[in-house]
């Protein structure tokens, strides 16, 4: 069984930077894809960023040059920086891992963007 646990949400003024960090921790392996997607209110779950074991990276267009996902490998920890947020990136932000036997999901972190 594959635990994640999220953090780093939390309430930021328009142009301002979160890091968020997902911890996975149980039976990981053969992972595939580990990605951030978000859900806001009254909208489907997206894809924000997605990173392969082989480090290739995949963003949504609305996110393109302002986040960036990475992993550290030796801490079984994924990252999403976002800089310059904007209100429309309020959501509850969720971590995802995918391997050959699990497809695991976090609790969710919020994050709004507000004055």
């Known amino acids: 069984q594959v635990q994640l646990v999220e953090s780093g949400g939390g309430l930021v003024q328009p142009g301002g930077s979160l890091r968020l960090s997902c911890v996975a921790s149980?039976?990981?392996?053969?992972?595939?894809?580990m990605g951030w997607y978000r859900q806001a209110p009254g909208k489907q779950r997206e894809s924000v960023a997605t990173?392969?074991?082989?480090?290739?990276?995949n963003y949504a267009d609305s996110v393109k040059g302002r986040f960036t996902i990475s992993r550290d490998n030796a801490k079984n920890t994924l990252y999403l920086q976002m800089n310059s947020l904007k209100p429309e990136d309020t959501a509850v932000y969720y971590c995802?891992?995918?391997?050959?036997?699990?497809?695991?999901w976090g609790q969710g972190t919020q994050v709004t963007v507000s004055s």
């Open positions: 990173i392969t074991s082989g480090g290739t990276t």
């Open positions: 149980g039976r990981i392996f053969r992972i595939n894809v």
């Open positions: 995802n891992v995918k391997a050959m036997a699990f497809d695991a």
